[in-house]
């Protein structure tokens, strides 16, 4: 079924299917004691492609790969090993990552350079290549309709300690949008986020596929926070192989932003320990890195998290939490406001009427803290989500 | 008594005692139900001063006035407001910092500009006047025999979550400098602490005295971290009276500094929710700068600050933490060496009988992570905690 959002795209209901010319695969390579832990997403025919990953300095063999490959601008198949990350895993981390390449593009009988792997989980464990080996071995003997995986079987395959899988999709013209994505920690994405995958059967030319993308990233995952820790294997990539026929590049960006949009609140919703959406919008700044900075600073801010946990509309955190930017010195406490669910609380407090509202504000799954600086006309709105001892929990003892 | 620590400087145990020419008093004024929330600390002489402040945009009143006060280097008193911060108060907060500024004056009977006044605790909430001006009433009664608190009631007097008092005190030549310390969450000092006193009966020039609180604080509250968040009320302060004749300047600011990191250590273990001291060293860096922002990035980290906490020698976050600084471009993977409590985990795994010793010393009260580099030869400390259940059940309902 399809019908229209509240922002005017395609958005569809019922079993999620791929976009055409696209099919996947999910099976069990040992990575986790059970369940599907291998996906593999394949296009028909050559698409065209864009990609973006973590700038961490410590990006892993499955990033410096894909990297490589994403150069080619034209990928077949997007690979994702769960639970084990083959981080800082030396030279035989990056034998493996090639090995899991060559299997999968001698699976679907293309050439390696059009694969992209991502793996994401633990990092500083090899890879468990007998278990890995074993398992391609025994799809090796699979024909075409073993790949009758949904987008739902494969972005549960990809999770790690995510609690649910995250898919979305738009459609453009007669094409669509079907996006993958997982993460839930380590999650302050810089340049892209954990893994989304992205794949569409418009056709577009590689450029403006690719300033698609970039658009769409800097809107979006860019704007996502969990723990202000960046991920050493981000990567987001988008594969259109054209099967529905060419569509406008400014509709398919605006679809593309939107859909990025709807992954990214997943990925915030279900941050580690998460019980609460956090969307904090910064409006009135000199400019967009000064609204972006602002909303970052607010909601990476332990005291805010903690005060949204508990349903505290403690705004002297938020005052604080924009007062530490000390760079900011056009920022002058007199021209500040600042709103919990669209209720005022800074300079006017709240009235007795408005206090029930307030705290029902506090209460719902999807928290707004709005503020504006006084300066400009520039805004910016960035997504996260509260600190509850579930992270503490979560993360305390995830490798022991 | 008096004995010399590891560090050559002299300490002193048993009960503490203020250095000659100070004297001490602390009361209730309604700040919080019970147990003495204001308190006063003066020279009976005038006292040469340096101090430090905040650099939030959101900078209180009483930062505010003290800042000008400080300006001209000499101060008598110290006065502190416990559980209430009087930040985002308006016009009417400036009117009761500086009235409380006058009455403490009026007590003393000096000049407002020789009183610095500290104020944490809440932000948004005005002061509650009528009681603190009842105390005062009462305080103007008392002769001089009612300044009877010694340095431990003054540290517990400014207490907001603070769990214990913190004090230090160091000799050097025949003059004393006692500290007096609070600071517990919102706590990652950006030119000062939340509040920390030095007394000294020490003499010394002004220039000296300031130069020698810059770099003291530089290397020991600069590198202090509980939460990433900066408060508005930070401050730092020494006092120096002269009563015990000159000192060597470069003998002071070594003890100073010494004491400085005592108390830093203190606020440390004492973080919110802290169960362990988390002390993070980045050795063999390009320059300091470097050094520094890698060991506060690896302290900072919500995933590494868990790990410890789950006694968890999780390597792997250590090197996403330093990954992270995307614009360190010179950090190299095969450079890098990562150990816990002295024990190298990283790029060489711990052997099977290092790893009884690796698990014990993940279970301190002070866990040790030292990196190296392999760029030059600058170092650094810094000190944090780890991540609890403990901060988030503080934090979640502190106003409520």
Chains 1, 2 share one sequence.
């Not at 229209?4 to 040992?30: C, D, I, K, M, Q």
């Not at 723990?227 to 060419?246: C, K, R």
Request: with cysteine; charged share 20%.
């Amino acid at each position: 079924m399809q019908h229209t959002n509240a922002t005017g795209f395609g958005v569809e209901t019922g079993s999620l299917s791929w976009p055409t010319g696209f099919r996947a695969y999910t099976g069990h390579g040992g990575l986790r004691d059970q369940g599907d832990d291998i996906s593999v997403v394949a296009s028909d025919r050559p698409a065209v492609s864009a990609a973006m990953f973590t700038r961490s300095l410590f990006a892993g063999p499955a990033v410096v790969l894909s990297r490589a490959h994403a150069a080619g601008r034209e990928l077949r198949a997007v690979t994702t090993l769960a639970q084990n990350a083959n981080v800082a895993t030396g030279r035989q981390g990056e034998a493996n990552a090639a090995e899991v390449v060559g299997r999968v593009a001698a699976l679907l009988g293309i050439d390696d350079r059009q694969v992209l792997i991502g793996s994401t989980g633990v990092i500083g464990r090899p890879l468990p290549m007998d278990t890995i080996r074993a398992h391609f071995d025994g799809a090796a003997g699979l024909g075409p309709g073993a790949f009758g995986a949904g987008p739902l079987d494969v972005a549960r395959a990809m999770m790690t300690t995510d609690t649910r899988p995250k898919t979305a999709v738009r459609t453009v013209g007669a094409a669509r949008i079907v996006g993958v994505a997982k993460g839930v920690g380590m999650l302050e994405p810089n340049m892209a986020t954990m893994l989304a995958y992205l794949f569409t059967d418009a056709e577009l030319p590689p450029d403006d596929l690719d300033t698609a993308l970039r658009t769409a990233v800097d809107r979006t995952f860019h704007c996502l926070s969990v723990d202000t820790d960046t991920s050493t294997s981000d990567t987001v990539a988008v594969l259109a192989n054209g099967a529905a026929g060419p569509v406008g590049t400014a509709e398919f960006t605006a679809a593309l932003t939107d859909l990025c949009l709807d992954l990214t609140r997943q990925l915030a919703s279900d941050g580690e320990g998460a019980t609460k959406l956090l969307r904090v919008t910064a409006g009135r700044a000199r400019d967009e890195a000064q609204a972006r900075r602002i909303a970052k600073s607010v909601v990476n801010s332990p005291l805010v998290k903690t005060a949204v946990h508990g349903a505290d509309p403690n705004w002297g955190r938020v005052v604080m939490a924009i007062g530490k930017n000390t760079e900011d010195r056009d920022i002058t406490p007199d021209r500040v406001t600042v709103a919990f669910g669209g209720i005022e609380v800074y300079p006017e407090e709240p009235t007795p009427e408005t206090l029930d509202a307030l705290t029902d504000a506090m209460r719902q799954p999807e928290v707004a803290i709005t503020l504006t600086l006084g300066l400009g006309t520039a805004e910016a709105t960035v997504y996260g989500c509260d600190l509850s001892a579930g992270y503490v929990r979560v993360n305390a003892d995830y490798t022991t």
